[in-house]
C-alpha cells in the first residue's frame, strides 16, 4: 500500500526567505506525485504534478518540487515566501488507479 | 464552467439523523471521489467512482453510502449520523487516473 509522510506539522518562516516543505512517499512503482495547497476554509489547489521525466517540476505561485527516486522524496521549495503563501500544503501520491493517498499536511505560517 | 460544486457548504444534524450531501461537476469527467478532512489526519478518502453505475470503497467508507446515476452527479448519504462524523468533507473528481483531481470548496458538517 503507498503512504506518504510530511515529518513537520508546522513550519514559521520570515517574508522574503526561502522554505522547503519536506514530503517521503512510499509505493513499489513509480509514483505519481502532487502538491497541493489549502487556503483556511478553501479547498484544495493543485500547485505542481510529477508523472514522469525532469524530475525538477515547476508549479504555480514560484512553487517548485524536486522528486528524487533514491530517496523516495518530493520536498517542495521556494526562494522566497511571500505572506500570501501562508496556508497548509499536502504532499500526494497515486499508482495511476485513481486513488490518491494524502499526506497529514505541513501548516506554514509567514511572519512579516 | 463551475467545475466542482457542492451543496450546503455548511450542516449541523443530530444524532441519528440522515442527510445528502451534493457533489456535482460539469468537466465530464469520470472519476469522482469523496474525501473528510480531519484536524491532523489529511485527507481520507470514503467513496470513489469511476463511471456511471461504479462505485468502490475507500480508506474509511463505513456510515456513509454513494450512488453515481449519472457522470456529473456523486451525492454521498449519512445513513445516521453519529458525532464522530463531525469533519469537512470534500468532492473531487478527475479526467483520467493519472491525472490531478480538482476539488470541490467543501461541506462543514458538525454532529451533535
Known amino acids: 500500500a503507498q503512504s506518504v509522510t510530511q515529518p513537520d506539522i508546522h513550519i514559521t518562516v520570515s517574508e522574503g526567505a526561502s522554505l522547503e516543505l519536506r514530503c517521503n512517499y512510499s509505493?513499489?512503482?513509480?509514483?505519481?506525485l502532487f502538491w497541493y495547497v489549502q487556503s483556511p476554509g478553501q479547498g484544495l489547489q493543485l500547485l505542481l504534478k510529477?508523472?514522469?521525466?525532469?524530475?525538477l517540476v515547476q508549479g504555480i505561485k514560484g512553487f517548485e518540487a524536486e522528486f528524487k527516486r533514491s530517496q523516495s522524496s518530493f520536498n517542495l521549495r521556494k526562494p522566497s515566501v511571500h505572506w500570501s503563501d501562508a496556508a497548509e500544503y499536502f504532499c500526494?501520491?497515486?499508482?495511476?488507479?485513481?486513488?490518491?493517498?494524502f499526506g497529514k499536511g505541513t501548516k506554514l505560517s509567514v511572519i512579516p | 464552467n463551475a467545475g466542482v460544486t457542492q451543496t450546503p457548504k455548511f450542516q449541523v444534524l443530530k444524532t441519528g439523523q440522515s442527510m445528502t450531501l451534493q457533489c456535482a461537476q460539469d468537466?465530464?469527467?469520470?472519476?469522482m471521489s469523496w474525501y473528510r478532512q480531519d484536524p491532523g489526519m489529511g485527507l481520507r478518502l470514503i467513496h470513489y467512482s469511476v463511471g456511471a453505475g461504479i462505485t468502490d470503497q475507500g480508506e474509511v467508507p463505513n456510515g456513509y453510502n454513494v450512488s453515481r446515476s449519472t457522470t456529473e452527479d456523486f451525492p454521498l448519504r449519512l445513513l445516521s449520523a453519529a458525532p464522530s462524523q463531525t469533519s469537512v468533507y470534500f468532492c473531487?473528481?478527475?479526467?483520467?487516473?493519472?491525472?490531478?483531481?480538482?476539488f470541490g470548496p467543501g461541506t462543514r458538517l458538525t454532529v451533535l
Open positions: 473531487a473528481s478527475s479526467l483520467t487516473s493519472y491525472n490531478e483531481q480538482f
Open positions: 468537466m465530464n469527467h469520470e472519476y
Open positions: 510529477y508523472f514522469s521525466g525532469d524530475t
Open positions: 500526494a501520491v497515486g499508482s495511476g488507479s485513481y486513488q490518491l493517498t
Open positions: 509505493y513499489g512503482a513509480t509514483p505519481y
